[in-house]
Protein backbone atom coordinates (compact mmCIF):
# COMPACT_ATOMS: atom_id res chain seq x y z
CA UNK A 1 0.00 0.00 0.00
CA UNK A 2 1.48 3.32 -0.95
CA UNK A 3 1.06 6.21 1.48
CA UNK A 4 1.30 9.64 0.15
CA UNK A 5 2.01 11.81 2.94
CA UNK A 6 1.56 16.04 2.14
CA UNK A 7 3.47 18.51 4.49
CA UNK A 8 4.21 22.84 4.65
CA UNK A 9 0.88 24.06 4.50
CA UNK A 10 -0.13 26.93 6.47
CA UNK A 11 -0.91 30.81 6.53
CA UNK A 12 0.63 32.81 4.50
CA UNK A 13 0.65 36.50 2.62
CA UNK A 14 -0.81 37.61 -0.57
CA UNK A 15 2.66 37.69 -2.47
CA UNK A 16 4.08 35.38 -0.76
CA UNK A 17 5.56 32.09 -0.84
CA UNK A 18 5.39 28.31 0.56
CA UNK A 19 6.88 25.39 -0.05
CA UNK A 20 4.80 21.65 -0.13
CA UNK A 21 6.14 18.31 0.04
CA UNK A 22 4.87 15.04 -0.59
CA UNK A 23 6.51 11.99 0.63
CA UNK A 24 6.06 7.92 0.61
CA UNK A 25 7.89 6.50 3.42
CA UNK A 26 9.14 2.57 2.06
CA UNK A 27 8.22 3.51 -1.35
CA UNK A 28 10.35 5.17 -4.50
CA UNK A 29 8.62 8.06 -5.80
CA UNK A 30 11.15 8.08 -8.66
CA UNK A 31 9.05 6.09 -10.44
CA UNK A 32 5.58 7.82 -9.55
CA UNK A 33 3.86 10.09 -11.77
CA UNK A 34 2.92 13.24 -8.66
CA UNK A 35 0.29 15.44 -8.96
CA UNK A 36 -0.52 18.07 -7.03
CA UNK A 37 -4.57 19.00 -6.58
CA UNK A 38 -6.33 21.67 -4.64
CA UNK A 39 -10.22 22.22 -3.22
CA UNK A 40 -11.48 25.34 -2.13
CA UNK A 41 -14.39 25.53 0.70
CA UNK A 42 -17.26 24.90 -2.02
CA UNK A 43 -15.77 24.06 -5.10
CA UNK A 44 -14.44 21.01 -6.96
CA UNK A 45 -11.07 19.75 -6.57
CA UNK A 46 -8.63 20.98 -9.35
CA UNK A 47 -5.20 20.05 -10.57
CA UNK A 48 -2.52 22.37 -10.02
CA UNK A 49 0.52 20.94 -11.55
CA UNK A 50 1.48 17.03 -12.16
CA UNK A 51 5.60 15.75 -12.38
CA UNK A 52 5.70 12.26 -14.88
CA UNK A 53 7.97 9.75 -13.78
CA UNK A 54 11.82 10.26 -13.25
CA UNK A 55 11.67 8.11 -17.03
CA UNK A 56 10.09 10.80 -18.97
CA UNK A 57 10.24 13.98 -16.42
CA UNK A 58 7.77 16.19 -17.93
CA UNK A 59 5.91 18.76 -16.06
CA UNK A 60 2.47 19.99 -16.23
CA UNK A 61 0.71 22.66 -14.79
CA UNK A 62 -2.65 24.56 -14.79
CA UNK A 63 -3.04 27.98 -16.20
CA UNK A 64 -3.83 29.57 -13.14
CA UNK A 65 -0.59 28.82 -11.40
CA UNK A 66 1.97 28.79 -14.66
CA UNK A 67 4.32 31.01 -13.95
CA UNK A 68 3.92 31.45 -10.13
CA UNK A 69 3.96 27.60 -9.18
CA UNK A 70 7.12 25.13 -9.49
CA UNK A 71 7.29 21.45 -9.31
CA UNK A 72 10.32 19.16 -9.18
CA UNK A 73 11.54 15.83 -7.52
CA UNK A 74 14.64 15.92 -4.81
CA UNK A 75 16.02 12.56 -5.37
CA UNK A 76 18.19 12.13 -2.27
CA UNK A 77 15.06 13.07 0.00
CA UNK A 78 12.75 11.16 -2.25
CA UNK A 79 10.07 13.83 -1.83
CA UNK A 80 8.26 15.88 -4.74
CA UNK A 81 7.69 19.74 -3.74
CA UNK A 82 5.69 22.74 -4.97
CA UNK A 83 7.31 25.78 -4.63
CA UNK A 84 4.34 28.45 -4.79
CA UNK A 85 5.45 31.87 -5.31
CA UNK A 86 3.24 35.01 -5.49
CA UNK A 87 0.33 33.53 -3.77
CA UNK A 88 -3.00 34.92 -3.50
CA UNK A 89 -6.37 34.49 -2.20
CA UNK A 90 -7.64 32.22 -4.76
CA UNK A 91 -5.06 30.41 -4.16
CA UNK A 92 -6.88 29.17 -0.67
CA UNK A 93 -7.58 25.92 -0.29
CA UNK A 94 -6.88 22.09 0.80
CA UNK A 95 -3.36 20.81 -1.24
CA UNK A 96 -3.52 17.16 -2.08
CA UNK A 97 -0.42 15.27 -3.19
CA UNK A 98 -1.70 12.16 -5.78
CA UNK A 99 0.36 9.49 -7.24
CA UNK A 100 0.25 6.49 -9.37
CA UNK A 101 3.06 4.14 -11.28
CA UNK A 102 2.23 5.06 -14.88
CA UNK A 103 2.44 8.12 -16.47
CA UNK A 104 -0.82 9.89 -17.23
CA UNK A 105 -2.38 8.24 -20.05
CA UNK A 106 -2.88 10.88 -23.35
CA UNK A 107 -1.17 13.35 -20.81
CA UNK A 108 -4.48 13.40 -19.02
CA UNK A 109 -2.67 14.81 -16.00
CA UNK A 110 -5.76 17.30 -14.93
CA UNK A 111 -7.40 14.17 -13.91
CA UNK A 112 -8.56 12.67 -10.88
CA UNK A 113 -8.69 9.03 -11.81
CA UNK A 114 -5.16 9.35 -13.52
CA UNK A 115 -3.66 8.90 -9.79
CA UNK A 116 -4.75 5.50 -8.15
CA UNK A 117 -3.00 6.92 -4.07
CA UNK A 118 -3.88 10.23 -2.74
CA UNK A 119 -2.84 11.98 0.45
CA UNK A 120 -4.91 13.46 3.23
CA UNK A 121 -3.89 16.64 2.35
CA UNK A 122 -2.38 20.40 3.63
CA UNK A 123 -4.15 23.11 4.19
CA UNK A 124 -3.22 26.34 2.34
CA UNK A 125 -4.22 30.12 4.21
CA UNK A 126 -3.35 33.08 1.44
CA UNK A 127 -4.50 36.05 3.60
CA UNK A 128 -3.29 39.41 5.55
Known amino acids: QVQLVESGGGLVQPGGSLRLSCAAPGISLHYYAIGWFRQAPGKEREAVSCITSSFTNITYYADSVKGRFTIHRDYAKNTVYLQMNSVQPEDTGIYYC????????????????????WGQGTQVTVSS
Open 98 to 117: AGDRFDPYDSRWYLRISYEY
